[in-house]
């Protein structure tokens, strides 16, 4: 089986999970394991335009879904609340109303231009997570300019530690093998040296990086007035958006922290929340979250599924708000709690 074929069945087996789910809460069964509330995870929020070649689709919802999905949980009873005020209620006595937070990882500008007016409709504050390195344009989103040079050439040449290598894309199964062989080289190899040497490869290509950054994520300017809305609040994300779990841990510490007196010298306001970035448990561990509390942040999240508990705010779970499942009852079925479950967590 080819790996994009291994993808689909995996996303349909997701999905048919998924409605499983949904039945068995819509039953009233297994109540119990809702807890007191969900921390959801987005990325962009924009209106959907088709690619042949969409590798990071699953990072893309649209305003629609995002106002649906919204519109369920409040249907359902949950009360959407900030990120920053987790810690107090998760200290609260249990059986009251669940809660909802909504993060946003990257700081894409679509945030600003799609998400917001959804949020404002519904009165539902939410998190923007900032990286210093995105949002001044010194560093590249790896992950978009690899999209883009698989989609606008028809082969390449790379290193990947063994000499050139030429790779050619001329089918969707071609630039989906390329994509996954560059991910898994930078998260294996030195991650900023392979993004250097990945950004070095679309230049030659004539695609420039920055410009792709330019176009996708806030600068300062809307920073600042996004930190002035009522509704928003922003949260550290690293400089350069690396995992900090292969880092040396002053190294790391320097990424979080400067990340924090970034926004603090932009907006005026110090973050007390920041997002590991990537999130997994290969990229942020205990070590991470020790270094989060003695620099003061009140909250931390990961991008590994579950749902948050009392005393555990350094390393809080998220659900993700995913562009393969953009389904109204799908959104029901992550916050009932019943796939961490059936899965054991």
Not at 6 to 18: C, E, F, H, P, S
Not at 260 to 277: H, N, Q
């Amino acid at each position: 089986m080819t790996g994009q074929l291994k993808r689909l069945a995996k996303r349909m087996a997701i999905g048919a999970g998924l409605e499983a789910c949904w039945l068995i809460a819509a039953a009233g069964l297994m109540r119990q394991a809702r807890g007191r509330g969900v921390i959801f995870t987005l990325h962009h929020v924009r209106p959907h335009v088709a690619q042949s070649f969409a590798p990071n689709a699953h990072l893309e919802i649209t305003p629609d879904f995002l106002d649906a999905s919204l519109r369920q949980l409040a249907r359902e009873g949950y009360r959407f609340v900030p990120l920053g005020q987790l810690p107090a209620l998760l200290a609260e006595p249990e059986g009251g109303r669940p809660f909802a937070a909504f993060t946003l990882d990257d700081g894409y500008t679509n945030n600003l231009e799609h998400a917001l007016p959804v949020f404002e409709r519904h009165q539902a504050p939410f998190t923007v997570f900032v990286a210093k390195g995105f949002a001044e344009g010194s560093h590249s989103i790896w992950w978009e300019t690899l999209a883009v040079l698989l989609r606008q050439t028809r082969e390449i040449r790379f290193d990947f530690g063994r000499g050139s290598e030429r790779l050619a894309l001329e089918t969707p199964q071609q630039q989906w093998d390329a994509f996954d062989r560059f991910a898994s080289y930078i998260h294996r190899a030195d991650e900023a040296r392979a993004i250097a040497a990945l950004d070095g490869l679309a230049r030659e290509n004539g695609i420039e990086p920055t410009d792709i950054l330019r176009a996708l994520v806030m600068g300062p300017a809307q920073l600042q007035w996004l930190a002035r809305h009522p509704l928003a609040a922003l949260g550290a994300h690293t400089i350069s958006h690396r995992a900090l779990a292969r880092l040396p841990e002053a190294e790391a510490r320097i990424e979080m922290e400067v990340s924090a007196d970034y926004l603090e010298a932009v907006t005026g306001i110090r973050p007390v929340t920041i997002a590991y970035p990537y999130g997994t448990p290969e990229a942020a561990t205990g070590r991470e979250a020790a270094i989060a509390g003695r620099l003061g942040f009140s909250v931390a999240v990961t991008t590994q599924p579950g749902l948050p508990a009392a005393g555990k705010t350094g390393y809080l779970p998220r659900m993700s708000l995913n562009g393969f499942y953009q389904r109204r009852r799908y959104v029901a079925a992550l916050a009932s709690g019943i796939p961490l479950k059936l899965m054991g967590k």
